[in-house]
DNA sequence: CGCCGCTTTGATCTGGCTCAATCCGTGTGG
DNA sequence: CCACACGGATTGAGCCAGATCAAAGCGGCG
């Protein structure tokens, strides 16, 4: 699955970033390759289960973090506890607020995840310099807007069937980094609820309408978790 | 009401800058006076009625433009036309997606707006500068993500009522630039099928929200348009 | 095997939508 | 100056998509 991309520096630069990800589309392809090495000295690769809080928020953020492998979300609370998923993040997106000393959102682990950890300090050093690593975060940070908007129309005018169909279709687009074409079979990354948080809907909702898709043999759902897409055009036609 | 304020170079400003809120929260403000006085040459100041397109969905932009006064919603559409309020932009946003050839959303003016209009090219070389000016373009796209997510919990999560609570709160706490505090009455920039769009709401209800609000003394309404609010507290309680 | 947490399925309820009538402020022509 | 028409806003009645409440089903793990 995952090999090892021709990389003219390979020799060059530290081994773990070799096959990341993150060398490639992520922020760390705008540094040279002494920013890279220089930066590889604070970096700390870690691994996540399922339902680990990453960044909280309202607290200081002590590092930035690369996503590498796995889905994070960003969650948002009222008071009397009623959530919303706010974005996912998938490989390579960088996790944390630039420029700001405390997170506007919690960012937890969705299923196992890969994460490369970037000392604040080291992050904004770079960024200071004002260069293409900033300009690679600005692009994120814009693209990530683009998104957003994107759910807010999802959010306030779709039906339950089209929130479901459009959750579905964006992981089939943005589960695997690698892949440009739609993936036809995937695991969920998010629990019902998570979904449900996702799509500003109930678990029971959320289940019932992935019973309808399946009645229609539009998908497949083997022991609740993975998924085929039969029919993609169908499923895209969904959306609304 | 708006006053030239102090700045140790007016002097060498061009004078359609030296009243500018631009100049001083907005982008103008992280330009040197020799980068203001140059791009100066090229901006076009502008008035346009309530209800002109500015930037068009999926169309090439030809100049940015920076909100002076009024209003400015950001919606996009769904093919059967139903249709998302995105993002409100008040003074002194910049208007226009930053390094991409097309808008991804619609840009109309809510009430009557003055813009300051900035060719592509000219912004796009100071930008590109990578100095404070990209900086300062980076914060805002920063802070709308934030507003954007903010907003999808409303619209996932919050009740009719809450929501038509959150949207006044909202106005009173971004219509006035200059003012710090929330402001008590103000005429809203928005009819009530954009409320309505904004919110992820019919109309009806929309209306229905803002009598139960009159009747219960949160606030008053003149002339349709007129808000004033009797009691913020009270308001900012009923944004859930 | 038996418990536990997640998911599905069923029955009922309700907040917000739909459809329809009316109101009101504004602009227009007589 | 008034009569009238028009577009946005309000108000009312009834309905339905999705929420809520409740009961199984199922898979994984000790």
Sequence with gaps: MQTVRKDIHNSELPILCQSCEARHQGICGAMTSEQLLAISKHTRRVRREPGQEILADAMPIASYANVLKGVVKLTKVLEDGRQQVVGLQFAPDLLGRPFASESR???????????????????????????????????????????????????????????????????????DPTEETALATFDLPLSRADIADFLGLTIETVSRQLTKLKAEKVIEIANYRHVSINDLTQLRLRCG
Tied chains: 1, 2.
């Design 105 to 175: 959102v919690t960012a937890e682990t969705a299923s196992d995840v890969e994460l490369c950890m970037i000392p604040k300090t080291a992050l904004e050093a770079l960024m200071s310099a004002g260069g293409p690593v900033e300009h690679r975060i600005m692009m994120q940070a814009l693209r990530e807007l683009d998104e957003a908007r994107d759910w807010m129309v999802t959010l306030g005018r779709k039906t339950a069937a089209e929130k479901v169909a459009s959750f579905l279709y964006l992981l089939a687009t943005h589960i």
